[in-house]
């Protein structure tokens, strides 16, 4: 099986920064991609962030461009989502995801195993 632990989040501020961590345990030699996903209060999860973590490819959510960055470290199997200019619309559980196989990395359907999520909250 895969672990998936998130670290990183917290209250901060508009405008802020903050940077979030996942590291991946288990059975996940040659796992394709890994992404960030969050959910606020009586939303549904989206899509954030992914990557591919042998060729590099990245996807974004557009209303993060510009704003977040997602980084890889394949000898750590960690994965990190660095966050800056913070809005009160970026608070959610945010969750990492790993997806083991080739194929899609945008939707919630497309990873195989998650975290339990971290906290971030943004106030005005």
């Known amino acids: 099986q895969v672990q998936l632990v998130e670290s990183g989040g917290g209250l901060v501020q508009t405008g802020d920064s903050l940077r979030l961590s996942c590291a991946a345990s288990g059975r996940t030699f040659n796992?394709?991609?890994?992404?960030?996903?969050r959910q606020a209060p009586g939303k549904e999860r989206e899509f954030v962030f992914s990557i591919t973590m042998k060729e590099n490819n990245v996807y974004s959510l557009d209303s993060v461009k510009g704003r977040f960055?997602?980084?890889?470290?394949?000898?750590?199997?960690?994965v990190h989502l660095q966050m800056n200019n913070?809005?009160?619309?970026?608070?959610?559980?945010?969750?990492?995801a790993l997806k083991m196989t080739y194929g899609s990395i945008t939707k919630v359907s497309d990873f195989d195993f998650w975290g339990q999520g971290t906290q971030v909250t943004v106030s005005s």
Do not use: H
């Open 86 to 96: 913070l809005k009160p619309e970026d608070t959610a559980v945010y969750y990492c």
């Open 69 to 78: 960055t997602i980084s890889r470290d394949n000898a750590q199997n960690t």
């Open 31 to 37: 796992n394709f991609a890994m992404g960030w996903f």
